[in-house]
Each structure stands twice: as structure tokens, then as C-alpha cells.
């Protein structure tokens, strides 16, 4: 698309919500399940860090159906965090925003003094390479206290010896993309130009590419690992709370 006329902050997450519903099938229900765990689980003041925030989905919608909760979100994606301030500066004091590379050993020191409730992420840490998400795991659990809890909605790919449920997966996913794509929705590469187009966005795009030139996709890991990673890491109980095909919400409590 070469629509760049600009636009509200607000319009431009919806349609990256529209793009991301094309790759994650049932994606709101997802996102319901991960909010129903809040709810359940915490008390109604409670703080979380939406870690790999993107453009801020999930922790918009953590603020809206919480009231008394706050945000931290955090990633390295200058663009996206960019819009990512721009939407949650709509919940004031509740909400912050904040620069780390996960890829660096020490991504938590612009946390320093911060403590969480919960961690929450969202088709994000695929991008770790399994030796840094078991680290990245390790250094979540040292950030919070007993009783804490992680979730983390990505896709696990299916692995040797799933072989149907692997192609069961990859048929569903051409299938939502090619009648997401038929009714409007952007590609990725769509939404990626069209945001990039934005005003004074140019430049954060260009060190976008930059940073993340020579950081090719990870192997997949399978939902095995991330259980596996998080027991190592110090978490007392793993497991899932949602699944449909190949993507998943994990669960664990510290």
C-alpha cells in the first residue's frame, strides 16, 4: 500500500491489530485467556512488565479491562516503541515505556527498583535464540516475588515426530492469511510501510533496520523447551492455559 497520509496513533494500532490477526488465528481469544489469568489470579492493583511490548496490544489492553493496574512495556524496536508511547500515553501515570535489547545480558537495569506482579508477552520471544530465552527466563524469575506469574502467547512450532499437527497448523495459518488479506487486512510489509511512512518516523525506521540487520529468525522453540527453561529458571509451576493448534499461552507462577 502507499497510503502515508498520517494517522492518529490510535488508527494506525487497530490496523496493526487487523495485520496481526491475519498471522495469529483467534488472537483476541488469546488474549482473553491471558486477561482472565490476571483477573483471577491478582489482586485488582497490580503491576505488570509487557516484555517485547511491540506497538502496545497487550498492554492497552491489560490497562483497559484493569483500571488499577500499571504497565511497564519494554523493547528495541524504535518505531514500534515509539507508537507504543504514543497509544499508552492515553492511561497517564499507569502506564511507562522503556528501551532494553533482551539480547543483552543486561536488559534489566532500565528496571532497576521496579517489581512486578506479572510478566506478560505476546508473539514476541520467538526472536530469542533458546540460550537467551532460558536466560531471559532466569533473569524474569530474579525480578519477582513469590506467587508471581508469567505468560507468554506465541507460537510453538510443532517439531519431529508432530509432522501432522505441524502441517495441520501451517494449512490453518494460509487459510486465515489468504481471507484476512481477501477483507483488507494489511501484511506485515503493508503496516511496516504505512507506519514507517508516518511523520518523524522515517528515521526510527532506519535505525530499526540497523539494529536488527544481523539478527536473522531463531530456530523455533517447541513448548516443551519453554516448559523445560522455565522449571531450570526457578519458576515453581508450569504449564499452559490456552491452545489452538501450534500457538499457546504458558503459564508459570514463581
Known amino acids: 500500500m502507499n497510503d502515508t497520509a498520517p494517522l492518529p496513533p490510535r488508527e494506525l494500532l487497530d490496523r496493526w491489530d487487523d495485520q496481526q490477526a491475519a498471522y495469529v488465528a483467534h488472537r483476541e481469544p488469546r488474549f482473553q485467556a491471558m486477561l482472565d489469568v490476571l483477573g483471577l489470579r491478582l489482586p485488582e492493583t497490580f503491576t505488570a512488565l509487557d516484555l517485547a511490548c ?10 483497559r479491562a484493569f483500571p488499577h493496574a500499571q504497565v511497564t512495556a519494554v523493547d528495541y524496536d524504535p518505531l514500534l516503541l515509539r507508537l507504543a508511547g504514543d497509544v499508552l500515553t492515553e492511561h497517564g501515570e499507569r502506564a511507562s515505556v522503556l528501551e532494553t535489547d533482551l539480547v543483552r545480558t543486561d536488559w534489566t537495569a532500565p528496571l532497576a ?5 506479572a510478566v506478560l508477552s505476546s508473539t514476541a520471544l520467538h526472536w530469542l535464540s533458546p540460550s537467551d530465552l532460558l536466560r531471559v527466563y532466569t533473569d524474569l524469575a530474579g525480578l519477582l516475588a513469590p506467587g508471581a506469574v508469567l505468560l507468554n502467547a506465541d507460537h510453538l512450532r510443532f517439531g519431529p515426530g508432530d509432522e501432522t499437527l505441524g502441517s495441520l497448523s501451517a494449512d490453518h495459518d494460509r487459510r486465515v492469511q489468504r481471507a484476512a488479506f481477501a477483507s483488507g487486512a494489511d501484511t506485515w510489509d503493508d503496516w511496516y510501510a504505512l507506519a514507517a511512512g ?5 528515521p526510527l525506521a532506519a ?8 539478527r536473522p529468525p531463531q530456530p523455533p522453540a517447541p513448548l516443551h523447551f519453554h516448559l523445560s527453561a522455565l522449571r531450570t529458571a526457578g519458576f515453581t509451576e508450569v504449564g499452559t492455559v490456552w491452545q489452538y493448534l501450534d500457538d499457546y499461552v504458558v503459564f508459570a507462577r514463581r
Do not use: I
Open 54 to 63: 511491540g506497538p502496545g496490544s497487550l498492554a492497552d489492553r491489560v490497562l
Open 113 to 117: 527498583g521496579r517489581t512486578f506482579d
Open 198 to 202: 508516518q511523520p518523524g518516523m522515517a
Open 207 to 214: 535505525e530499526r533496520e540497523r539494529r536488527f540487520a544481523e
